[in-house]
């Protein structure tokens, strides 16, 4: 039987009264596929993030593949090399190993989890990208400014994977606004929830048009009425066969408007919800900080957990068993080190921080449930057990 935690890593933001209110909701209406909730879910949550476009989707993975198809599809690469973050996701790389981009690992920094800017500017010399992909990891920045100097010097696009980090700002700006695109998830307990969802955000206006369709099996009617008639003349299409015409090779990666009319509902929970996980990081800080802290430019911080750097992880994991207290290792810790890509690629990578946090990296629960009490419940039983890691 599995065990049920008295302190879980995660816990769900959908309260009853919002599946109280959906259940009504749905009685009432006869088409819950893509419609008018979802237009209007794109639009609050590109207004409360400050960027101009959001497609909805199911999934934060399904948002880093429709990113990764929609370059394809674009001019906007030069090549098909992009340079990837050894400590991600897995569904972070894999979209772009599933289509065919040249992907080369960057090691990660022990300051903020995210990009190592040295190893980063040396991927960049040695093999010219025409894209980097980062990750937010557990909430913490990346170093943007480094990042987007080396962007601008060698003329390379950005994407970030904000999946973990939704209302974290670096200098005032929310994670997710700095690149060409950025991919947010609404998986059960993240930020916030639609049961499945995701949301891959853009300020350029061609590149947006481009993912509403190829999300949409890149059929010709999400573009604009006056580019569709160009196309249907110059490809002497009939109105009637228009119907079912295909521009880009898509997918269909959409989600229904039962899951938009959650988003709508948690979207207004995003900065009380950002202002509890803060809460709990520093109470994990002033308890923990022997233990690993990130130090990054993150205000406010909407922590996704807390990380720690320990040299007896199974221990730990053991004894918080025992105590029904969760914890995971940090996201996939090495990509290198996981077995998908070591299947595929059998050359042996050197990423000395990124195996450090493979090995002994694990992090504590954090969610909008979490008292104060209970994170340093928490902290009291990781002490007990834990032996530091000196980075």
Not at 30 to 39: F, H, N, Q, R, V
Not at 334 to 349: D, T, V
Request: proline share 2%; net charge positive.
């Amino acid at each position: 039987m599995p065990i049920k935690f008295k302190h879980k890593l995660a816990e769900d933001t959908i309260e009853k009264s919002e599946i109280f209110k959906l259940s009504k909701w749905i009685l009432k209406n006869d088409k819950l596929t893509l419609g008018s909730k979802t237009k209007n879910f794109q639009k609050k949550f590109s207004n409360f993030l400050k960027i101009k476009n959001s497609i909805f989707v199911n999934s934060g993975s399904s948002a880093n593949l429709l990113i990764a198809q929609s370059l394809l599809e674009s001019d906007y690469l030069n090549n098909k090399v992009v340079i990837a973050p050894a400590l991600s996701w897995s569904t972070t790389v894999s979209p772009f190993i599933q289509l065919g981009y040249d992907v080369k690992l960057c090691d990660c920094s022990l300051e903020n989890l995210g990009l190592d800017i040295n190893h980063l500017e040396h991927l960049c010399k040695k093999y010219r990208p025409s894209l980097i992909v980062l990750v937010h990891v557990l909430g913490h920045s990346n170093d943007m400014d480094k990042i987007l100097k080396i962007c601008k010097k060698y003329k390379v696009r950005l994407v970030e994977d904000t999946c973990e980090s939704l209302a974290s700002k670096y200098n005032s700006k929310y994670l997710g606004t700095f690149g060409l695109a950025s991919s947010f998830s609404f998986y059960y307990g993240h930020h916030i929830s639609t049961i499945e969802g995701g949301m891959a955000c853009t300020n350029d206006k061609n590149f947006a048009k481009i993912m509403a369709s190829v999300r949409s099996h890149g059929w010709l009617r999400e573009l604009q009425e006056s580019e569709k008639r160009k196309i249907l003349k110059k490809n002497k299409i009939s109105e009637f066969q228009s119907k079912f015409s295909f521009y880009y090779s898509g997918f269909n990666i959409r989600s229904t408007e039962i899951n938009s009319f959650l988003g709508l509902s948690q979207i207004k929970k995003i900065k009380k919800i950002c202002k509890i996980r803060n809460r709990n990081f520093k109470v994990y800080k002033n308890e923990l900080n022997e233990y690993f802290t990130v130090r990054c430019k993150t205000k406010p911080l909407s922590s996704f957990g807390y990380a720690t750097l320990t040299r007896n992880r199974d221990k730990v994991y053991e004894h918080f068993l025992k105590k029904k207290i969760e914890c995971r290792p940090i996201i996939s810790g090495n990509i290198a080190k996981q077995i998908f890509w070591k299947k595929k690629y059998k050359k042996k990578l050197e990423l000395p921080n990124s195996d450090l946090v493979h090995k002994f990296g694990i992090y504590l629960p954090n969610h909008a449930n979490q008292t104060v009490n209970d994170t340093k419940l928490i902290s009291k039983e990781f002490k007990k057990i834990a032996k530091v890691k000196l980075v």
